[in-house]
């Protein structure tokens, strides 16, 4: 059984750093075809697409925030950490995780989601 | 990155409706083309993955279509449950983009 489960702090002030831990288990990422996503949806709006690291370590991040953001892996804890630096309100968004499966090039299984709010 | 438009934004339909919502993408995605359903409070579900393939566990009124830049999601006989917001996504590159997501609502 997937699941995975996002940590991390409900509120940070302006310009402090961001780190959400992503939990997962019922798969590897040490696995060939399997990687980490993560999204953002800000209150009432759409889905937006962050990052996503993969088996072999490769990394990739949205145009608009790649400055801002690092993804890495702790693959013997099934651990994913992403970082945001510089935060900002309208960085104010639940954030998920989620697994990639990249074999079909889908993201199949999402964790529950965590509100993350920026305010001083 | 690739654009990608939904349309409509928001729709009104009854149970048992037959309901289409369209996505078209900036540039020819092939078939990588995904959709997902995400109802209130909740994260988001896989319905549909490379435009056609139904997700497993997925009810089967749900069907995709569609290849290079015009896609369609179709849902047969609109259920109670189905009252959500459906979110199409292409992944032919990264940084991997979504739609602005289309509404489905009773009428």
């Known amino acids: 059984q997937v699941t995975l489960r996002e940590s991390g702090p409900a509120l940070v002030k302006p310009t402090q750093t961001l780190t959400l831990t992503c939990i997962f288990s019922?798969?590897?990422?040490?696995?060939?075809?399997?990687?980490v996503t993560w999204i953002r949806q800000p209150p009432g709006k759409a889905l937006e697409w962050l990052a996503r690291?993969?088996?072999?370590?490769?990394?990739y991040y949205s145009t608009s925030l790649e400055t801002r953001l690092t993804i890495s892996k702790d693959t013997s804890r099934n651990q994913v950490v992403l970082t945001m630096t510089n935060m900002d309100p309208v960085d104010t968004a639940t954030y998920y995780c989620?697994?990639?499966?990249?074999?079909?090039?889908?993201?199949?299984?999402w964790g529950q989601g965590t509100l993350v709010t920026v305010s001083s | 990155d690739i654009q990608m438009t939904q349309s409509p934004s928001s729709l009104s339909a009854s149970v048992g409706d037959r309901v289409t919502i369209t996505c078209r993408a900036g540039?020819?995605?092939?078939?990588?083309l995904n959709w997902y359903q995400q109802k209130p409070g909740k994260a988001p579900k896989l319905l549909i993955y490379?435009?056609?393939s139904l997700q497993s566990g997925v009810p089967s009124r749900f069907s995709g279509s569609g290849s290079g830049t015009d896609f369609t999601l179709t849902i047969s006989s609109l259920q109670p449950e189905d009252f959500a917001t459906y979110y199409c996504?292409?992944?032919?590159?990264?940084?991997?983009?979504f739609g602005q997501g289309t509404k489905v609502e009773i009428k």
């Open positions: 490379t435009a056609s």
């Open positions: 540039q020819s995605i092939s078939s990588y």
């Open positions: 690291i993969d088996w072999d370590d490769d990394k």
């Open positions: 989620a697994r990639a499966w990249i074999a079909v090039a889908t993201i199949d299984y």
């Open positions: 019922g798969f590897s990422l040490s696995t060939s075809g399997m990687g």
């Open positions: 996504q292409q992944s032919y590159s990264t940084p991997r983009t």
